[in-house]
């Protein structure tokens, strides 16, 4: 079974922090993404990745960088945390190809106050 | 635009009943994937059905089952026999995008199952 790991369940920052949310996968899958899910929302894209040193913006990637230095791992960075950005976040990953689904670690809530 | 829309916020339904919870979406590809993905209060998000466009045939696994109208864009997902365990949030979500894997989610529907 596939195994992705949130470094953290529950973080709370304060404004203007830099945040580090970590995630790692153990079966050597090419892509990662960074999603974070609001009530009313669903699941929006901030960053993926398909490879290493690769990365993409997806739909909301303002405020936020990532890296990926190492193909488990998959790290989202918030520079100057705002209260904005007070959610749960979720990594995922998935083998490809299209018919693959997507694997899920446990989640972050993330407080910014 | 890609899109995937859920319009049912919330839905309830008595333990043992059949409840079908909406998916539409909008795409202009030909061949793509389409998944139902639960998440229970736990958090984790597990898969719980996909279902292939070309493909005719509904999927189904076990008391879960797709209604899937590739010329309405719609994928629709029953589920027979409620538990109680079946509570949880429930995400339809595609790769939508040729050439990349950027799923995009519905806004989610929140299902309760009534004792």
């Known amino acids: 079974d596939v195994k992705v790991t949130q470094s953290s369940r529950y973080l709370v920052k304060r404004t203007g922090e830099k945040v580090f949310l970590e995630c790692v996968q153990d079966m050597d899958h090419e892509n990662m993404f960074w999603y974070r899910q609001d009530p009313g929302l669903g699941l929006r894209l901030i960053y993926f990745s398909y490879d290493v040193k690769m990365k993409e913006k997806g739909d909301i990637p303002e405020g936020y960088s990532v890296s990926r230095e190492k193909k488990e791992r998959f790290s989202l960075i918030l520079e100057s945390a705002s209260t904005n950005q007070t959610s749960m976040y979720l990594c995922a990953t998935t083998p490809g190809p299209k018919n693959s689904p997507l694997h899920f670690g446990n989640g972050t809530r993330l407080t910014v106050t | 635009a890609q899109t995937v829309t859920q319009s049912q916020p919330e839905m309830s339904v008595q333990e043992a009943e059949t409840v079908t919870l909406s998916c539409t979406y909008d795409t202009s590809e030909s061949n793509y994937y389409l998944f139902w993905y639960k998440q229970p209060p736990s958090r984790q998000m597990i898969l719980v059905i996909r279902?292939?466009?070309?493909?005719?045939q509904n999927a189904t696994e076990n008391r879960f089952s797709v209604n899937f109208q590739k010329a309405a864009k719609s994928f629709s997902l029953k589920i027979s026999d409620s538990q109680l365990g079946d509570t949880a949030m429930y995400f339809c979500?595609?790769?939508?995008?040729?050439?990349?894997?950027?799923?995009?989610f519905g806004t989610g529907t929140r299902l309760k199952v009534l004792a």
């Open positions: 979500a595609s790769p939508l995008e040729s050439g990349t894997y950027k799923y995009i």
């Open positions: 279902q292939e466009a070309y493909k005719q």
